[in-house]
């Protein structure tokens, strides 16, 4: 996923300022694609440059008033087109397991202490996921935009499981290792 789709996506959504933008990925997008602020104003200008977006025309033009943006029809045929177009999976690439084969080499030291404090950190995440699903997701929320954006949560879900249930089996692992480095 590119920082621009990701813009295009929350815009479509609803025309946002920057800032207005900026908490919205705060609070959805960035669970799974994250950006800086700076990165998001950046992008707003390249966009707009581009001709993807536009800046909402203003009552009173003020200095230091906050712009608002939507999508104009190029930046939604961007956005169609990146859709539909084929991507291959991106390869996993975590440190913690690098420096889990790295410690098999240099010793454990401080290794277990961190899989135990990634494992409070994939605990709390997946909590919040499921109350954000609670919340936003009743059963009788069906519409089909809704059950897309339910997938992308279900993902976050999973992905929280599955590293939830591999550092207990890891930590595991960890306990039935002979002492020492």
């Known amino acids: 996923m590119s920082l621009p789709h990701a813009i295009l996506t929350a815009l479509l959504e609803k025309p946002s300022s920057g ?9 959805s997008i960035g669970y799974f694609w994250s950006a800086t602020h700076q990165q998001i104003y950046r992008e707003l200008g390249r966009l ?21 943006y939507e999508v104009l029809p190029a930046g939604r045929a961007e ?14 690439r975590d440190t913690l397991l690098l420096r889990l084969r790295a410690a098999a080499v240099v010793g454990r ?5 961190d899989l135990r404090r990634h494992l409070e950190l994939h605990r709390r995440q997946l909590a919040e996921y499921r109350e954000i699903e609670k919340r936003d997701f009743p059963p009788d929320r069906d519409a089909p935009e809704d059950r897309l954006r339910h997938l ?5 879900i999973d992905l929280e499981t599955f590293w939830t249930q591999w550092l207990t089996h890891a930590l595991a692992e960890f306990a039935e290792l002979p002492e020492g480095d």
């Open 19 to 27: 800032l207005e933008l900026t908490r919205r990925f705060d609070k």
């Open 48 to 68: 707009e440059a581009d001709g993807l977006i536009r800046a909402l025309p203003t009552q009173a033009p003020a200095r230091g008033q906050k712009k608002s």
């Open 79 to 92: 956005l169609a087109r990146w859709t539909a177009a084929a991507q291959d999976p991106k390869p996993l």
């Open 109 to 113: 030291a401080g290794v277990e202490s």
């Open 152 to 156: 992308v949560l279900r993902a976050g």
